[in-house]
């Protein structure tokens, strides 16, 4: 079976800098997603590791390690807009299904 | 286009009672899944489509429920005989396949309270 293993709530301070990790165990792997999800809306895409190493989209970054079934998504700059939930996601063995973890509430102090 | 569409957006609905959710997605994106989600949780998974042929349905999900795409396009959830523990948020995402990262485009949702 599939599972994924996130922190429930991490607080950071505006302007800041903070990690959300997530450790998974997926039967086959294609890839490591991250969602972002305000209260009350969809969640969002914000971010996909295919392969080991880090990738960048502005203020996000995500990094992913194959070998530990670990990844990260790096903030940075924080906002108070940042304040959301965070969900990592798998690409199970069948390469569409996706499986999520329980995600990781953000909190943000000015 | 505007996106993925979900109706209706709130349903209260008795114990017992049947209820279904349809779901319109982007029009271009052959996947199309659907997602419970309770508070404070991530999103579950439930079932996904390619087109109109459903792939996958999760072993969690009873019998109670299906879902159908008839002609690749929209999709609907039907719950029969529903039960307070279904009540929930079901959310709709599509996709496109052969797009590397698969990104899920979801849908506002389907809030169910049964009581």
């Known amino acids: 079976g599939q599972s994924l293993e996130q922190p429930s709530e991490v607080t950071a301070v505006e302007g800041a800098i903070v990690q959300i990790n997530c450790t998974y165990q997926?039967?086959?792997?294609?890839?490591l997603s991250w969602y972002q999800q305000h209260d009350g809306g969809a969640p969002t895409f914000l971010s996909y590791?295919?392969?080991?190493g880090l990738e960048e989209t502005g203020r996000f970054s995500s990094f992913l390690s194959r070998s530990d079934s670990y990844g990260y998504l790096l903030l940075q700059e924080l906002q108070m807009k940042d304040s959301a939930s965070y969900f990592c996601a798998v690409r199970d063995h069948s390469a569409s299904k996706i499986i999520f973890g329980s995600g990781t509430r953000l909190s943000i102090r000015p | 286009d505007t996106g993925v569409s979900q109706n209706p957006r709130h349903k209260i609905t008795k114990r017992g009672q049947n209820v279904t959710f349809r779901c319109d997605p982007i029009?271009?994106?052959?996947?199309l899944y659907w997602y419970r989600q309770t508070l404070g949780q991530g999103p579950e998974f439930l079932t996904y489509?390619?087109?109109?042929?459903?792939?996958?349905k999760s072993r969690l999900l009873s019998d109670r429920f299906s879902a159908e795409r008839p002609k690749g396009s929209f999709s609907t959830l039907e719950i029969q005989r529903t039960e307070q523990g279904d009540s929930a948020m079901y959310l709709c995402a599509s996709s496109l396949a052969d797009s590397g990262a698969n990104v899920l485009t979801f849908g506002a949702g389907s809030r169910l309270t049964v009581l």
């Open positions: 489509f390619q087109n109109e042929a459903q792939l996958e």
């Open positions: 029009s271009e994106h052959n996947r």
């Open positions: 590791n295919a392969l080991d």
């Open positions: 997926t039967s086959g792997f294609y890839g």
